[in-house]
Nanobody
Framework: QVQVVESGGGLVQAGGSLGLSCAAS????????MGWYRQAPGKQRELVAT???????NYAVSVKGRFTISRDNAKNTVYLQMNSLKPEDTAVYYC???????????????WGQGTQVTVSS
């Protein structure tokens, strides 16, 4: 079982910055990839950025160069630094943790409750 808890987010003007963090607490599981997804009103959830346990990262084209994902493996925590924010970045941001159970060796996806990011023009 893994619990994923996000923090950060809020309201910012266009061009501003915000940071998100997400901590995954685990029992008898190993955290693999972690990442951020977002869902704007009326749209499907989309990938923002992911990072593997060895630090390899992947970004959506729309955020590349503006957002930076990082990770602290010792704390099972992933961060998302968002710079040069645009109104189209407005969405609920969800943290995702992919973990493998060390008892059943089955992969699971865990999601946070989501945090609102609103960028005003």
């Amino acid at each position: 079982q893994v619990q994923v808890v996000e923090s950060g987010g809020g309201l910012v003007q266009a061009g501003g910055s915000l940071g998100l963090s997400c901590a995954a607490s685990r029992t008898v599981s190993r955290i693999k990839d972690m990442g951020w997804y977002r869902q704007a009103p009326g749209k499907q959830r989309e990938l923002v950025a992911t990072i593997s346990s060895d630090g390899s990262s992947n970004y959506a084209v729309s955020v590349k160069g503006r957002f930076t994902i990082s990770r602290d493996n010792a704390k099972n925590t992933v961060y998302l630094q968002m710079n040069s924010l645009k109104p189209e970045d407005t969405a609920v941001y969800y943290c995702n943790a992919k973990a493998i159970s060390l008892t059943t060796w089955i992969d699971y996806d865990y999601w946070g409750q989501g945090t609102q990011v609103t960028v005003s023009s």
